[in-house]
């Protein structure tokens, strides 16, 4: 039988692989000895040069520096000995009494003649050495302060020594100039009080002089005091003037040692690297630098540097050609003897790699060779076709063979496969039949693994069709496991139930003992459930949500099951030393009594589960007919009213609120209506569930506000005083964490005033889990100017309490107090018992639903403060307020007699 290349025995191929690298052109080594020599002797010398320019830069700039740095200190040695010269001529000739006018007269004469050559020189003084008073002034050409005299007198109090002293450089408001006074003491000794006689020197002619030698880019020429005070800088930089530089290497450690050298150092200031020069005078404690940038010393040097490596680069390149040159006859005849067995190596590390057995197989005998790793992978080598089937797994060897007979190298068939050592591991294999010359066909092919890849798609459709917390199936499983039990129902004429699961406490446990706990939570929850049903009835959809299918079971069998599961749920539960109890709520649709697709079997037990929410929680409640009509009456709520929302089909109707003491007009409160293009002006209890949907609730509020503000704003500019306009807000409205500022900056932006606004609430709001929330927004409209009213007082559970931990104003009665309190003594009671709790708490006390002259009058002989009702007026549209407002009469309401009702 023929062998194919891609299974060449060992022999074969030790062989070959013998024959090739071992035979390499001595020629091609000693072609690529002497290149890689010469290359080397190019660089070494190319970067010998480039450091011997670097050397001889550096010591050039270093001579330049010293040199410049020379010239700089006897210029200045001049300069202060023409200065001391001046000083020592000037207490000479003025003596001890500086107070002698001839004296005086003779010395600023001469000053005035000799300091035409010192330019440098503004002025001369003398000085009192204990008071610092002024005995002798003589200033050139335009006059000078007086700052830089005390601190002269100053410096030569602390002066222990004598001789001449250079201050430091002071700026002088007066000249507009920055002077340095340089001073001797006259007629005492150290520790005496004598005079002192100081001249001031112009930093700017000093730095004029600095100027004029060029020192490139970057340069830096400086006169410093001994103590490492900068007195003269160039470039000019006030901030430097009198800087300490003290700590820096000249005067830490050069300085020191010897009184002129050189140094390298990166400057602080701009980080500049500069080679510096120094020298210290004789005649003054002054030192003089000069400092050169490296980058303007070496760019010579770096520019002689490239060219050397560009010409050694250049020679090596010529040289890499001829070595490629000489070298490509010899690698072409290695190339040709290599290339069949770097061919078979690289065709068996493949496989090796792959983990791919290559085979070739005999159909006269089935004897199968194989290639060399194939008992590293499969245990076996070549043989007997027999051998291999008994290791591959009884449900897969049908495939296996007919894929065999009918090998066209298109498809892989894939089977699992038992390993010597037990493991079972899964294996694809691809085969095709070759047909030989005058020979019989045979059929080769390939196996590889591909376990990796089998527990991969495993994996991931794990993860994609269960939950990650629970373990349990998600919402896209769960769906095709109904769709599955709805299938084999219907075939076996059998019913099902449908049980979602909703957890009732789970949001107040996330937020009290955190989402650690919740999660715990949800994890027993879990395993109570697939304790009830088992694992493969049931899901997590989402947050605590669960589904529960049950097989076989009827309406009242699943009632009972659904108690059995409450009953479970609501067993006590460990975490972290603290005994945990929950409570569900459960909803249940029965197939084939309520519906039969999956969508809307789902629904049917979505509507089921929020009526056992609304109907008080932890109960189970089975689909009626009665919840779809009202979950799509509420369905259609929402649609219409996001369709007015629109088109702009909320206003707000306006009812006033009437002072009982003076018969004004005090404010309105506004009432939110629809304007229904079909169905009329509709009241909030004709679209009352549109305020469930926590989206529309807000959007309502924020379209009720912007409107209230407009309206506001027309009747102020107008001139009207419309009161405050109390509007009632909604509970999901303060979900809403910004609901303060979002009122504050409408009623800004509509350039109303707090004082005209008014919240009211209700104690549902109040009643939250969000306390802390809603006190704080309450408060941050309180401190905005808006007033807060508590509404329908009295119709919730814990109003005192409400009066105390929240800002509240104004407290308004409910109606069905108002209703009937000339007939209910108890409702008259509780109408009176309000207002005297308001009185005593010093808070505005309005009534609300005024109907008849009766309720009136009882509510003003108590003390009511304002009300509101049909008695005084309907809620009114925004453009009729207007004529209202001028229209109103406040003395209708005072009369005694007989009240007259609103038209």
């Not at 003054?284 to 490239?306: E, K, Q, Y």
């Not at 603290?578 to 969508?599: E, N, Q």
């Not at 009720?704 to 102020?716: C, G, Q």
């Amino acid at each position: 039988m023929t062998r194919t290349p891609a299974i060449t025995t060992r022999a074969v191929r030790e062989r070959r692989a013998a024959a090739g690298p071992g035979r390499r052109h001595t020629l091609t080594r000693l072609v690529w000895v002497v290149v890689a020599f010469a290359c080397a002797g190019l660089l070494v010398f190319a970067g010998w040069a480039a450091w011997s320019g670097h050397r001889r830069a550096v010591e050039q700039a270093s001579v330049t520096s010293q040199n410049i740095a020379r010239a700089l200190m006897q210029h200045t040695e001049r300069m202060i000995d023409s200065v001391d010269m001046l000083l020592k001529m000037t207490a000479r000739e003025l003596g001890p009494d500086a107070a002698d006018p001839v004296r005086r007269s003779s010395v600023t004469a001469t000053l005035a003649y000799v300091t035409q050559n010192l330019r440098h020189v503004l002025a001369v003084r003398v000085l009192d050495g204990q008071t610092g008073e002024l005995l002798f002034d003589f200033v050139r050409s335009r006059e000078i302060g007086e700052a830089g005299d005390r601190a002269t007198v100053a410096a030569h109090a602390r002066e222990t020594i004598e001789g001449l002293v250079v201050g430091l450089p002071t700026f002088d408001p007066v000249s507009r100039s920055w002077l340095t006074p340089v001073s001797r003491r006259i007629g005492g000794r150290v520790g005496i009080a004598g005079n002192i006689v100081v001249a001031h020197i112009a930093v700017e002619a000093m730095v004029d002089v600095l100027r004029e030698i060029e020192l490139g880019e970057d340069g830096v020429l400086s006169i410093i005091r001994t103590d490492g005070r900068i007195i003269a800088r160039h470039p000019f930089n006030a901030a430097h003037m009198g800087q300490d530089v003290s700590a820096s290497p000249l005067f830490r450690r050069l300085l020191p040692k010897a009184p002129f050298g050189t140094y390298d150092h990166v400057a602080v200031s701009d980080g500049v690297r500069r080679i510096f020069a120094y020298r210290r005078l004789e005649a003054a404690p002054l030192v003089v630098t000069i400092g050169i940038a490296r980058s303007v010393v070496l760019s010579a040097w770096m520019a002689n540097a490239r060219r050397d490596f560009s010409i050694a680069l250049g020679a090596m390149l010529l040289l890499v050609v001829a070595g490629v040159f000489l070298s490509r006859e010899a690698r072409r005849r290695d190339a040709a003897e290599c290339a069949l067995v770097a061919s078979e190596e690289r065709m068996r590390l493949s496989l090796q790699a792959a983990r791919m057995v290559a085979w070739e197989q005999d159909p006269s005998t089935d004897f199968v060779m194989r290639s060399d790793n194939a008992r590293e992978l499969l245990g076996l080598g070549s043989g007997h076709l027999q051998d291999y089937l008994e290791r591959v797994h009884p449900e897969d060897r049908v495939g296996l063979l007919t894929s065999a007979e009918g090998a066209t190298g298109e498809a892989a068939v894939e089977y699992r496969y038992r390993q010597p050592d037990g493991t079972e591991i899964w294996l694809a294999s691809r085969g095709t039949v070759l047909q030989g010359d005058g020979a019989a066909p045979r059929l080769v092919g390939v196996t590889f693994d591909i376990t990796d890849r089998k527990l991969a798609e495993e994996a991931a459709w794990r993860a994609a069709h269960h939950d990650v917390l629970t373990g349990l199936a998600n919402r896209a499983l769960f769906q095709q496991r109904l769709e599955e039990a709805l299938g084999a129902a219907a075939r076996n004429g059998h019913g099902l139930a449908l049980l979602l699961v909703d957890l009732d406490d789970f949001k107040s446990i996330n937020d009290t003992l955190g989402h650690d706990a919740g999660d715990a939570l949800l994890k027993a929850t879990a395993e109570r459930l697939k304790a009830a049903a088992g694992e493969a009835a049931v899901a997590r959809l989402g947050g605590d949500e669960f589904a529960v299918i049950l097989i076989g079971c009827d309406a009242a069998r699943s009632g009972a099951e659904a108690d059995r599961i409450l009953k479970a749920l609501h067993e006590p539960f460990a975490y972290e030393g603290l005994t945990l109890a929950s409570r569900a709520s459960i909803g249940i649709a029965v197939y084939p009594d309520h519906h039969t697709s999956p969508s809307e079997l789902m629904k049917d037990a979505d509507m089921a589960l929020y009526a056992a929410k609304e109907g008080g929680r932890h109960r189970a409640v089975i689909y009626a007919a009665h919840m779809r009509q009202s979950i799509e009456h509420r369905m259609t709520v929402a649609r219409g009213m996001r369709a007015a929302l629109a088109e702009g089909e909320i206003l707000p109707y306006y009812q006033p609120n009437i002072c009982l003491a003076t018969g004004r007009i005090i404010g309105f409160e506004a009432l939110a209506r629809w304007r229904h293009p079909r169905r009329g002006l509709l009241t909030p209890s004709a679209f009352a569930s549109a305020f469930e949907d926590p989206e529309l609730a807000v959007a309502i509020g924020q379209r009720m506000m912007a409107e209230i503000a407009s309206d506001i704003r027309r009747w102020l500019g107008q001139g009207l005083d419309c009161g405050r306009i109390a509007l009632n807000l909604s509970t999901a409205e303060f979900r809403e964490p910004h609901l303060a500022d979002a009122l504050l900056e409408t009623l800004a932006a509509a350039q109303v005033p707090t004082r005209f606004f008014e919240v009211e609430v209700t104690e549902t709001v109040l009643l939250g889990h969000a306390m802390e929330q809603v006190s704080a927004m309450l408060h941050r409209l309180r401190d905005g100017g808006v007033r807060i009213a508590l509404d329908d007082f009295g119709t919730g559970y814990a109003s005192l309490t409400h009066l105390k931990q929240f800002p509240v104003d104004d407290i308004k009665i409910d109606q069905s107090f108002v209703r009937d309190l000339e007939r209910d003594e108890d409702d008259a009671a509780i109408v009176a018992a309000v207002i005297g709790l308001g009185r005593s708490l010093g808070k505005q006390v309005i009534a609300e639903g005024v109907e008849t002259e009766g309720q009136l009058r009882y509510l003003r002989e108590r003390g009511c403060n304002s009300a509101q009702g049909y008695l005084f007026a309907k809620p009114m549209i925004g453009s009729r307020v207007e004529g209202f407002l001028r229209g109103h009469t406040p003395e209708r309401w005072l009369m005694t007699e007989r009240l007259i009702p609103a038209a």
